[in-house]
């Protein structure tokens, strides 16, 4: 597929409408030098989530996949002062790039990194009884999607947004021999959420800077 249309695109939309300032900038460079990967979210994806946070009149976000941080400032930045965003990260060397970021943001006040596996983390939330979130977006390892979409019903309440990345997988999920986890993992997480009579959900593909994809947007009834 040629997708020189597709980025010029996107750059002609983030040119016009993208916000990606310094520090977010700042943020993709501190990744590159720390060896994380760039698999955060792009520019325009970033402004996309917040736009949804500010519909939804988010005070109080969770993200599952902080990486160094690139999403959770666009995020965070939807909400008021008095907001909250709780981000959950597995590794501890990205989550020390992310409090940087998050820090020279100005949004450490409002946001709050929980280092470890995200089901324990999800599971400790739920405990101490951190729910209902106005907004999720479910963004880490794709092989438990489908319990992380769980564990985010959980913390939901009606009209909750649920934001679920990468469910296309430059349309492998039409592949069902795949053998590849990452499409199983949201092949049965699509499944979960056309079954599930709990939600109202679409799904929008996601062209660009990034390969081929998708994200599900889903609101709680
Ligand atoms: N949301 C980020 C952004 O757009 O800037 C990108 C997140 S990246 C796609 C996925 C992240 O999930 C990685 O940082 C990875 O370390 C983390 N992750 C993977 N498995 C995890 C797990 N079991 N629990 C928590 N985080 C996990």
Request: proline share 3%; glycine share 8%; aromatic share 6%.
């Amino acid at each position: 597929m040629d997708t020189s249309l597709f980025e010029s695109v996107d750059e002609y939309i983030g040119n016009l409408l993208g916000d990606e300032d310094a520090v977010l900038k700042g943020t993709l460079k501190s990744m590159k030098d720390a060896g994380i990967p760039g698999i955060n979210v792009s520019a325009n994806q970033g402004k996309f989530l917040q736009v949804l946070a500010k519909l939804c009149n988010a005070k109080k976000i969770l993200e599952i996949g902080t990486l160094g941080g690139y999403s959770t400032i666009w995020l965070a930045r939807a909400l008021p002062a008095d907001g909250q965003l709780i981000t959950l990260e597995l590794e501890q060397a990205y989550a020390d790039v992310a409090r940087q970021n998050i820090i020279k943001a100005g949004l450490d006040p409002v946001v709050d990194i929980k280092v470890g596996r995200a089901m324990d983390s999800l599971a400790a939330l739920d405990a101490e009884d951190e729910g209902p979130f106005d907004m999720i977006f479910i963004d880490a390892d794709k092989p438990p999607y489908t319990e992380y979409f769980e564990w985010a019903l959980k913390l939901s309440r009606p009209g909750t947004l649920i934001v679920a990345d990468n469910v296309i997988r430059e349309g492998k999920v039409l592949d069902d021999n795949c053998d590849d986890e990452r499409v199983s993992g949201v092949q049965r997480f699509n499944k979960a959420l056309a079954d599930n009579k709990q939600v109202t959900a679409t799904i929008i593909q996601t062209v660009g800077t990034k390969e081929h994809d998708g994200m599900a947007i889903v609101v709680v009834k």
